[in-house]
Structure formats: C-alpha cells, structure tokens
C-alpha cells in the first residue's frame, strides 16, 4: 500500500476503529503514533501492534484539552521526527432530543469531534507540508447528511467534520495534503457495548435489532472501516481527495 517507513497518527486508538486502524495500517509498515484518554487499554493496543512486528508510539491524552493535544502531537514528532497521516478518530456518540441536552453537553461534544480534530490538523499539516504531502483523514457519520430527530450534538459536530474535510481538500490540494472522510454507520464498539450493558441491555440483541434496517442486514465491523481507511491513506488513491465514503451497509440515503 505504499505505507513503509510513513508515520500515522490515530486519535481515540485503544478500541474499535481506531484500535482496528492502528493496528492495520502498523501491519503495512507504518510507524504509528496512538493516544486515548484510557492508560491500561491505550498500552494493550500498543502491545498488540508491537507483537505484530509495528513500532508504535502510545499517548495517553484527551482529545477534547488543548495542553494534552499540543503534548501528544509535539511527543510524536520528537519520537519519530515526521507526520506523514493522521487519522481524526476520537469522538463519541452522543445523542438526544434537542430540549434535553444541555450547553454542557453540547461544549464537550464540540470540543472533542470538532476543536479535536482541527486542533490535531493544525499541528500536523506544516509538517506533511514540509514532507511534499500528506494525508488526513476525519471520521464522520453517514447520518451527519441526513440527520434524524433527536440526534444532537452528534449530527451536528459530524455536519461540521464534513464541513472541515471539503474545506481543507481545497485549500492544501496544491501541497498534495488529501483530506477525506469515512461516514459511519453502525459499527460495533465497546462504547455501545458498554452503554447498553450500563441499561440491562446485551450488546448482541442490540446489534440484531438494528440490524433489521440495515440493507445488508448485519451491524460493520470496526476491521472493515480500518480497510477503506487504509486505503485513503495510501498511494491506492493518490487521486482521492475531499471526498466522503458511507460505510454504514447501505442504511444512507444519500451519496
């Protein structure tokens, strides 16, 4: 995949997609930088790289705070001396009906998908340009086109990540930084998991009751969304950029 010797950097690392990619794009050569809020889940997914044969730099850093992101970023250029990738992938998914969710909610989810990941960008990008290049690429929701009812903040912190990747195509295309997004859709993760055990709920029905609207009938895996990342990041498509990739089984009714 033309990814050898690239350093790649992945937010939110320690479970489901971001656990899935780092792991991937480590088993094509690259060096790769994690962080998570999380110590002991942050160091076993740095071990599972490093049994794969990757190296790996593991941060522990909450993407919502200026100082850890400032740290986590300087710590990757001073361990590996470049940023070749970066992969915006913190986020929760926090939802709810609009008169319910408070200021508090709003700030911490907006700081955290969208000051994050432009805060992480801004750090990165002189050095991909001082590279000859780079690629970013932002996880975003497929539903972020088509927002339902009661889905804020998520639908509209994810509307702003679509926003952020077209804008930044455009206007770093001449240093041949591509900047793209993968929209999800339900994709299994310990933070559902852990959410509808926390209401009596087993993850598994949970995952086949939304399967049934879902056009292939099943609920992603974090590994499939690792792959089309990949494949954004590397020199397979070298002339993607400011594009957008639903990957939510066809639940979408947009392009």
Not at 207 to 233: C, H, M, Q, W
Request: glycine residues 10%.
């Amino acid at each position: 995949m033309g990814l050898k010797g690239k350093v790649a950097v992945v937010t939110g690392a320690t479970e489901g997609i971001g656990r899935a990619t780092a792991l991937k794009l480590g088993q094509e050569g690259a060096k790769v930088a994690i962080c998570a809020r999380r110590q002991e889940p942050l160091d076993k997914t740095a071990a599972e790289i490093r049994k794969a044969g990757g190296e790996v730099l593991a941060v522990s850093a909450d993407m919502s705070k200026v100082a850890d992101i400032e740290r986590f970023m300087k710590a990757v250029v001073d361990r590996f001396g470049r940023i070749d990738i970066l992969v915006n992938n913190a986020g929760t998914s926090a939802r709810g009906k609009f008169l319910e969710v408070d200021d508090k909610t709003w700030s911490a989810d907006i700081e955290l998908k969208v000051f994050g990941a432009i805060r992480c960008t801004r750090l990165a990008v002189p050095h991909m340009k001082k590279n000859g290049g780079g690629r970013v690429v932002n996880i975003t929701i497929s539903s972020a086109k088509q927002p339902g009812a009661e889905s804020m903040p998520t639908s509209v912190s994810r509307a702003a990540g679509l926003a952020i990747t077209k804008a930044l195509s455009k206007e770093f295309a001449p240093d041949n930084i591509r900047v793209n997004t993968v929209c999800i859709g339900k994709i299994k993760s310990g933070q559902h998991e852990r959410r509808y055990t926390r209401e009596g709920k087993s993850a598994d029905a949970y995952y086949k009751e939304v399967s049934k609207d879902i056009p292939l009938g099943r609920v992603g895996e974090a590994e499939e969304v690792a792959n089309v990342i990949t494949f954004l990041v590397s020199d397979a498509a070298s002339y993607v950029t400011g594009t957008s990739v639903n990957l939510d089984g066809g639940i979408s009714g947009t392009l």
